[in-house]
């Protein structure tokens, strides 16, 4: 029954309070998936890491809210 | 103000109330019958200021199966067999109690929502608060709160009454009195002290380890299992959600930046990477330079393309969606998540990246 649904984002504590099971924190609240401060290719590495940890939730086993860091 | 003729109430019940029959009569379709039955019986010798002039009576799985049809089989019924705007026209319609009986509360809301709108006839039910029908219906339905059994028959009769008196009457609900299911609406009072000065009276009386009631009650959240994962990422289809506001320039669906109404579906078959030129966040509260400098910095659709090609994942959903989570209600975002959910169903997606600011 439903779909597993990772949850990207930089409050980790809102996104516990609305009840997301698969939480992946991100960068920060204006460029979840990038940094500024980077370059854009080292941006695109971390942006890659991400979404990676994203997909690797969906295929994770939880009986619980988990957050993935 | 009194009332020289009684009250004339349409009443609605399930199979079993209204005198039909058992679960072998809940696919019964909607009938209607002239003066009171069942609890509306009861509720006519408690209140002699009372005339049940009609009951309808519904099979429970009839009307939670099928609720749009059998509602409108109901209001035929009525319209059939009553006069809204003559000198007899009804005051109110009453359904319930429903208690914890699911079937029985989604019948008796969607039937007091339908009667509303369409013949503008105040219409109150009562169940459970963990009735399922609440969650769907409290926010258009004035729903007192039921036991959860017939135990709580009269007390529930009494409320639905009450709360109908005060409908007709134009009297204002008061939550802390009334015993109903808040709808979330907002009332302006005067009063004789500035905020600040009833928060920090309620802080100190915190600190003091007294008792003291917030003015302003947080949503609720509800608490849905984890899905079970994916069992091979290779083939499984995605598809990329965010609350993060990105949509193509110029917000061609008119998104609100603040508590938004809806979401929009754009399509992604054929592009590879959010462009500036072609996409921007309108969301509210973050400083939006760096996401619309670069929109993969919210929607990381460069990535998930390349992971794409790579065969990371088997396939990707062919369009996104797109709201603004900025002071969008709860409310709001279960029925956009209802809506976004059935269409990644129906293409086949089964695993969701949902990216928030």
Known sequence: ?69 | MTMKSPYRIIYCLNQFFGGLGGEDKADHPPCIFDGPKGPAILLQQRFPEVQVVKTVVFGDNYIAGKTDVAVAEVLALLRNSIDFSGADAPHLLLAGPAFLAGRYGIGCAAICKAVQEEFGLPAVTAMHPDNPAVAEYRKEVLIGVADKDVMGMEEGLDRMLALGKKLIHHLPLVPEEDNYILQGRRQNYFTQKSGAERAVEMLLRKIAGLPYRTEYVMPSFDRVPPAAPLSDLSRARIALVTSGGIVPRGNPDRIESASASRFGTYSIKDVAALSSEGYQSIHGGYDPTYANQDPNRVLPLDVIHELLTEKVFGSLHPYYYATVGNATSVARARDFGRDIGQRLVADGVQGVILTST
């Not at chain 1, 980790?12 to 290719?41: M, Q, W, Y």
């Open chain 1, 1 to 69: 029954m439903g779909l597993p649904v990772a949850h990207a984002c930089s409050i980790v504590p809102i996104s516990k309070t609305v009840g997301a099971n698969r939480i992946i924190p991100t960068v920060a609240i204006p460029h979840p998936f990038g940094d500024p401060l980077k370059s854009r290719e080292e941006e695109k590495v971390l942006r890659r890491e991400l979404v990676l940890k994203a997909l690797q939730a969906l295929t994770t086993p939880i009986s619980e809210q988990t957050v993935f860091s």
